[in-house]
C-alpha cells in the first residue's frame, strides 16, 4: 500500500469516527504522508465523486483542488451507507 492509498483509509476513518465528521488540516496530512497538499485535495475531491464523504463549503471539486488556500482545514463527512 503507498502513502496515498494509506492517507484515503486514514480520510475514511476520521470522517466516519464521528456523527459531525472531522476537520482535516491539508497541510498536516501533506507533511505527515510525504504528498503534496494538491494532492490531499484531489484525494479529497475523488472521494466526494465517489460518494463517500462530503466536504462542508465546497460545491466543486475541481475549485477545491485549484483554488483552495493552502493550509486549509477542511470539515469531512461520511456519507451513510443508504444515501449512496
Not at 470522517?15 to 488540516?25: H, K, L, N, V
Not at 497541510?27 to 464523504?53: C, D, P, W
Request: proline content about 0%; charged content about 35%.
Amino acid at each position: 500500500m503507498n502513502s496515498r492509498e494509506i492517507m484515503r483509509r486514514e480520510i475514511l476513518r476520521l470522517a466516519r469516527a464521528t456523527e459531525r465528521g472531522a476537520f482535516i488540516s491539508t497541510r498536516r496530512m501533506s507533511a505527515f504522508y510525504h504528498l503534496t497538499e494538491k494532492s490531499v485535495r484531489q484525494e479529497l475531491a475523488g472521494l466526494v465523486e465517489e460518494n463517500r464523504i462530503r466536504l462542508a463549503g465546497w460545491r466543486s471539486g475541481e475549485e477545491f483542488v485549484e483554488r483552495a488556500a493552502e493550509g486549509l482545514a477542511v470539515r469531512v463527512e461520511a456519507v451513510e451507507e443508504g444515501s449512496r
